[in-house]
Every structure is written in C-alpha cells, then in structure tokens.
C-alpha cells in the first residue's frame, strides 16, 4: 500500500510558505475561532463524553485551538476511553506532561481516581492546572510538580504501583524517561505512552527499543487515531459541514500513536 508524505513532495521552498501562509494559517484560526464560539456556548463546561461536567477555566495555556473538541468530548477520545476503562484498581492518575490540566482535572473529577499528581515543564502551565483544579473541586486531591526528568519515579516511592496509571505526553522525551528501571518498578501498574517520532532522531530505532522494553515487564498494544462523527452533536447542526469537521480535526501533521501498557499480573 502507498503512503502518500506530503513532506517529501517536489514543491519548491517558496511553494511551501506560500501553502504555510495561505493554506495552513487560515486553517488554525479558524479552527481557533470555533473553539471560542463552542466554549461560549457551553460556558466552558465539557458536555459530551466520559469528561461530561468538567470546567474549563479560560486562558488556556495549551490547546486553545482543540477547546471544542475538549468540550465535545471528542479530543483524544480513544485515550479517554482507555482511561475509564482501565481496571478498578488503578486509583492514583500520574500525568507527566499535564498542559492545562484537561486530563488530571477529568480523571479525578469524572472518572474515578482518588489521587493524582501533575508534573508540567511550564510555569504558566502548572498555574492553569491548579486554577483548573481548584475550579472543578479538587484542588487539595492533586499535587503538581515540575519536570520529569529521568529516574524521576524515584520520587514516588512509596506508591502503591498497582494503584498506579501513568499518562505520559512530553513531546519526544518519553524516550529518556521510559527506562528498564521505571518499567520495572511500576511494572504493575498501567501506562499509556504518546509517541511523537516527528521529534526524536533515529525514530524507528529508538521507539522499537522503547516498545521492546516495555514488553519485557507488560502487555503492549497500539492505539491510533480513529473516526470522528461531529454530525452527532445537535449543537453543530446549524453550522457548515467544513466548520464541523474542523471542530473534529485536532490540527495533527500525521497519524498520533499511542502504546497502551497493561501489567502481566
């Protein structure tokens, strides 16, 4: 089968920022625009989807553009699925990569976890998660933290790893983190793990290494974007097709992964 990669098209340079400027920009205000005209709507608050009932406070940090599909219950939603499906005794979410809050805030709100801790790089970013928090009603069951840095699960001892479910999403850095010694000592508890090769060199290499650690102490499976019916939602019903499909598109250059880890126990 063919794979069509616009990337390694013959257009000249000039082309590309031509496309970029007239092309790729109208698009993401667009996008940006809906966004606000949903979040208006639905005062902030998640309508759709196993998120239902979650505040999202304005300013957001990251993903503004993805707001209306946050509040639709669309963004991601295989990985929301895989979140409230997981087994009753994962209690403690673990989000390295956390942005705004979106998924810390929702587990604890709207999907059963006791406990979470948040760890973010950006400052603003950690303020919009503890403004989130305390919005939805559980500021005092998150403790939010700064960079992951490798062997960073040292700090956590004293968790229950089978209580344990890690979301891991740091833009290429799950390479450095996802080491034998983390698999091994949270070997019981549950991970998903974003993949983002656009930004790792030698890609291939490195995420069949990192998968083939991983199996050493679980269960690994693939988890890929998939279909998308904005036509469903009755509050999308007096826009244009091209505006609804742009309230279910996440803006992605390519196809996301996902490995989903489940412990052999």
């Known amino acids: 089968m063919p794979v069509i990669d616009p990337i390694l098209?013959?257009?000249?340079?000039?082309?590309?920022?031509?496309?970029?400027?007239?092309?790729?920009?109208?698009?993401?205000?667009?996008?940006?625009?809906?966004?606000?005209?949903?979040?208006?709507?639905?005062?902030?608050?998640?309508?759709?989807?196993?998120f239902a009932g979650q505040k999202l406070t304005p300013g957001a940090w990251w993903g503004a553009k993805d707001r209306a599909s946050m509040l639709l219950g669309l963004y991601e939603r295989e990985l929301l699925d895989v979140i409230v499906a997981r087994p009753a005794r994962h209690?403690?979410?673990?989000?390295?990569?956390?942005?705004?809050?979106?998924?810390?805030?929702?587990?604890?709100?709207?999907?059963?976890?006791?406990?979470?801790?948040?760890?973010?790089?950006?400052?603003?970013?950690?303020?919009?998660?503890?403004?989130?928090?305390?919005s939805n009603g559980v500021g005092d069951r998150v403790e939010i933290r700064g960079k992951a840095e490798p062997g960073f699960w040292q700090s956590l001892d004293g968790l229950d790893s089978a209580a344990c479910f890690f979301l891991i999403d740091i833009e290429g850095g799950e390479i450095d983190i996802c080491d034998d010694a983390f698999f091994e000592a949270f070997r019981r508890s549950m991970m998903v793990i974003e993949?983002?090769?656009?930004?790792?060199?030698?890609?291939?290499?490195?995420?069949?290494?990192?998968?083939?650690?991983?199996?050493?102490?679980?269960?690994?499976?693939?988890?890929?974007?998939?279909?998308?019916?904005?036509?469903?939602?009755?509050?999308?019903?007096?826009?244009?097709?091209?505006?609804?499909?742009?309230?279910?598109?996440?803006?992605?250059?390519?196809?996301?992964?996902w490995l989903v880890l489940r412990p052999r126990d």
């Open 91 to 134: 209690t403690m979410f673990i989000d390295i990569g956390a942005a705004d809050g979106y998924y810390v805030v929702g587990a604890l709100k709207c999907a059963g976890f006791a406990r979470a801790i948040a760890y973010e790089i950006s400052a603003r970013g950690r303020a919009c998660i503890a403004d989130n928090a305390q």
């Open 9 to 50: 098209d013959k257009r000249s340079a000039v082309s590309r920022l031509l496309n970029h400027l007239f092309v790729w920009l109208p698009i993401q205000s667009r996008r940006k625009r809906l966004s606000k005209l949903v979040d208006a709507a639905f005062d902030g608050t998640v309508a759709h989807g196993p």
């Open 195 to 257: 993949l983002h090769p656009m930004f790792v060199d030698d890609a291939d290499r490195k995420f069949a290494d990192l998968r083939a650690r991983a199996e050493r102490w679980f269960d690994v499976s693939e988890l890929r974007t998939g279909a998308r019916d904005p036509a469903q939602f009755e509050e999308l019903a007096m826009l244009e097709d091209t505006d609804r499909w742009l309230i279910a598109s996440e803006g992605r250059k390519r196809l996301m992964h």
